[in-house]
């Protein structure tokens, strides 16, 4: 079946500093790709998506690209602010009407 | 404003009484699902509906029922709740469904403790 696997956590950063978070996929045809957000006591929020191959998904500065040679979706920003400590997930939407998650990866940013 | 809405936000309640969960959303979406989020373990999809009348099961539905009567509800009920239910649960709609799934619109979450 269609599965997520994005890196552990937790991932702690200095402000400014530059993130990647690993998220590769298995799925049978060509599912769409997500990444979600959230913050301290709230519900998941889209962050961006993509929904084809080399589609680049984009939003509040961060960025992933759909890669379907290697099937990942890497989430990316250039620097990172105190306000972006979070935990973000990976997600595939595929034939079957539903929406995998990845287990999710915390990110804390200190000052 | 769009949104979905959960209720209750938090919830205590002891083993064996029946409890509903309530979801509603503003904004005419066909598919609505049910989550549970446990430490670890990320997100699990307990139900799901394509539409009204249409309901099927995720990947963790023993001791959960669904009803989908309303297109803009979709409530959650536990008939016999278990300690091992305790969990915080979200409910989420969307646009389309699979491939044409435009991303889901959580609510704010129902963290639900069985004594």
């Known amino acids: 079946g269609n599965s997520v696997t994005q890196m552990e956590g937790p991932v702690t950063l200095s402000e400014e500093a530059f993130l990647t978070i690993n998220c590769t996929y298995t799925?049978?045809?060509?599912?769409?790709l997500f990444w979600y957000v959230q913050y301290p006591g709230e519900g998941l929020q889209l962050l961006l998506k993509?929904?084809?191959?080399?589609d680049k998904g984009s939003n509040k500065g961060f960025e992933a690209t759909y890669r379907k040679e290697t099937t990942s979706f890497h989430l990316e920003k250039g620097s990172v602010q105190v306000s972006d400590s979070a935990v973000y997930f990976c997600?595939?939407?595929?034939?079957?009407?539903?929406?995998?998650f990845g287990a999710g990866t915390r990110l804390t940013v200190k000052p | 404003e769009a949104q979905v809405t959960q209720n209750p936000r938090y919830l205590i309640t002891v083993t064996g009484k029946k409890l509903t969960v309530t979801c509603s959303q503003n904004?005419?979406?066909?598919?609505m699902s049910w989550y549970r989020q446990d430490p670890g373990l990320g997100l699990r999809q307990i139900y799901y509906?394509?539409?009204?009348?249409v309901t099927d099961k995720g990947d963790v539905p023993e001791g959960y029922k669904v009803s989908r009567k309303e297109k803009r509800n979709f409530p959650l009920i536990l008939e016999s709740p278990s300690p091992n239910q305790t969990s915080l649960y979200f409910c989420?709609?969307?646009w389309g469904q699979g491939r044409g799934n435009y991303g889901y619109t959580f609510g704010s979450g129902t963290r639900l403790t069985v004594v």
């Open positions: 997600a595939l939407s595929g034939d079957n009407n539903d929406m995998r």
């Open positions: 904004m005419n979406h066909e598919y």
């Open positions: 989420a709609s969307s």
């Open positions: 799925a049978t045809g060509y599912p769409s």
């Open positions: 509906s394509m539409n009204v009348e």
């Open positions: 993509a929904t084809k191959a080399d």
